[in-house]
């Protein structure tokens, strides 16, 4: 018992560790990440924090730069060394040569004056050189000169075999240290290859951080624009000014369906059908789609079932707040968070053939445009409540779409 019990807690634990990680590591897969910013003072923060972010990746990349620059200098010293390394080995054998020469020269002189010395015991020719003395003491020298050159020679020749074992070991010690070259240069070109991704990396984050800075700039520079103060909340400032309406989601389009009850679902054929807001056809998929007010994008909701890409954007129309959902689009062009005004386009008709895979509420191309007081996904959550907030946004007061049947060809007017 005390075990099962430990084991739920275990997988409860990991399940909110889980949860809990998901929220702290964010996903980064979007390129624009949405400002979390409310006023104009947070979103200079931002900027400074995203210029800081893409100065240290250019430094990065400029660090890594440096490096292997020095890593190529390096290599280059290296095999510089190994080639004047060559050098002296070939020199360092030509030396042992020459002291072989040397040596096998001074062994004949030594065994001439060996011979010379051991004529002092016998006949020899070389007794001329002994004898050739002029006095007795001329005669003692040369006969102790003999043997003194002799184990000169003998000591000259130990010396010549030190000089080659010392060229020998001269040879050891430069094929050694050629190997230790090559090693190292080895390790400076794989250090390369890795520093050149570092910078790949780095480029990439520049370039992304730079778009960051560019975006978060506009944003600044369209606040300053609308007269907001530094510490002023963006909803207060953008809402206040004269976004009194709303305007029309298209630049022209006929509705093609009312909004509340109507009699059979045209695309799913389900009896007294609901219908949460107007639709408006005469567009083909792909044409833009507006906000009809100023705005924050509020909730996105992809490839429905029922409604496909879908776009609610959150207003403040004269002090009351209101959602816009723009439905069945077959492009979105917003992130949730982004401000928008009423000349932004949210997504592109949709609900024909560009969507018929997954949207199975449509049955050809239009905007369907929802209304509701309240933001949906804010003030309230539940799709009920939703509905339970929707107005018929056709109605004048709102967009002022023409009634069923009727065109219109301006986003103001008729
Ligand atoms: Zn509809």
Redesign the pocket.
């Known amino acids: 018992m005390m075990k099962k019990i430990f084991k739920g807690i275990v997988i409860f634990a990991f399940i909110g560790a889980m949860i809990i990680n998901s929220f702290l590591n964010p996903s980064t897969a979007s390129a624009a990440s949405a400002s979390k910013a409310n006023n104009l003072k947070e979103l200079r923060a931002e900027l400074a924090a995203y210029q800081a972010k893409m100065n240290a990746a250019k430094q990065g990349s400029q660090n890594a730069q440096n490096k292997i620059n020095s890593n190529k200098n390096s290599i280059t010293a290296a095999e510089a060394e190994i080639n004047t390394n060559k050098q002296k080995i070939e020199d360092s054998k030509k030396k042992i040569e020459e002291l072989n020469v040397e040596i096998k020269d001074t062994e004949e002189q030594i065994k001439e004056l060996l011979r010379s010395y051991e004529v002092m015991k016998g006949d020899n020719v070389y007794l001329d050189y002994i004898f050739g003395a002029t006095s007795v003491s001329d005669f003692i020298i040369r006969c102790s000169i003999s043997g003194q050159l002799a184990s000169y020679n003998d000591e000259l020749v130990a010396s010549y075999e030190a000089k080659i074992s010392e060229n020998e070991q001269l040879q050891i010690d430069l094929n050694n240290r050629e190997k230790q070259l090559d090693t190292q240069i080895e390790n400076l070109e794989n250090s390369i290859t890795s520093l050149g991704e570092q910078i790949r990396q780095f480029d990439s984050e520049a370039v992304k951080f730079e778009d960051e800075v560019k975006a978060t700039q506009e944003s600044i520079n369209y606040y300053v624009k609308q007269g907001c103060k530094e510490t002023e909340s963006f909803d207060s400032c953008v809402s206040m000014r004269s976004d009194t309406g709303f305007v029309r989601p298209l630049k022209k389009g006929v509705r093609t369906?009312n909004f509340g009850y109507r009699g059979t679902n045209p695309a799913t054929g389900a009896p007294n059908d609901y219908?949460s807001?107007v639709?408006i056809g005469g567009n083909g998929e792909g044409t833009n789609v507006y906000s009809v007010a100023n705005g924050r994008v509020g909730k996105i909701v992809r490839r429905s079932s029922c409604g496909g890409n879908v776009v609610y954007v959150y207003h403040t129309i004269n002090g009351t707040k209101y959602t816009s959902a723009y439905?069945h689009l077959l492009s979105i062009k917003v992130n949730v968070g982004d401000l928008v005004t009423n000349t932004t386009v949210v997504g592109t008709v949709g609900g024909g053939a560009g969507t018929r895979s997954y949207d199975k509420c449509s049955t050809g191309p239009h905007l369907?445009l929802s209304l509701g007081t309240g933001w949906y996904g804010s003030t309230y959550v539940s799709y009920s409540s939703w509905r339970s907030h929707l107005v018929d946004p056709g109605k004048k007061d709102y967009v002022n779409i023409p009634a069923k049947g009727k065109w219109f060809y301006s986003r103001t007017w008729n």
Do not use: I, P, R
Request: hydrophobic fraction near 15%.
């Open positions: 369906s219908h807001g639709d439905m369907h």
